[in-house]
Nanobody, 118 residues
């Protein structure tokens, strides 16, 4: 069974925090790096954070120092802890693996909506 199930989004005030979760199937998660992406209205999807299979992390400049990506290999879950949120962080957030099988190249989950507003 193939799946990517994102959760944890919601409405938060500027400066607030949220923690997103993404449960993935073994075919996507196991042994692979995992990414968090976001897509704001009218904009292209952008890569926000990556965690390799050994735990090395990287971030887009706009979220460095505010977001933290982590993974639980036993649960096949990747997380995104978001702090000091800004209105420009408003978007639908998705997870995926850059190393997913070719037959899953166009597969995405439903995403989770994050709204940062006062």
């Amino acid at each position: 069974q193939v799946r990517l199930v994102e959760s944890g989004g919601g409405l938060v005030q500027p400066g607030g925090s949220l923690k997103l979760s993404c449960a993935a199937s073994e075919s996507i998660f196991t042994g692979n790096a995992m990414d968090w992406y976001r897509q704001a209205p009218g904009k292209q999807r952008e890569l926000v954070a990556r965690i390799t299979r050994d735990g090395t992390t990287s971030y887009v400049d706009s979220v460095k120092g505010r977001f933290t990506i982590s993974r639980d290999n036993a649960k096949k879950t990747v997380y995104l802890q978001m702090s000091s949120l800004k209105p420009e962080d408003t978007a639908v957030y998705y997870c995926n693996s850059p190393h997913r099988p070719a037959w899953l190249s166009t597969y995405w989950g439903q995403g989770t909506q994050v709204n940062v507003s006062s």
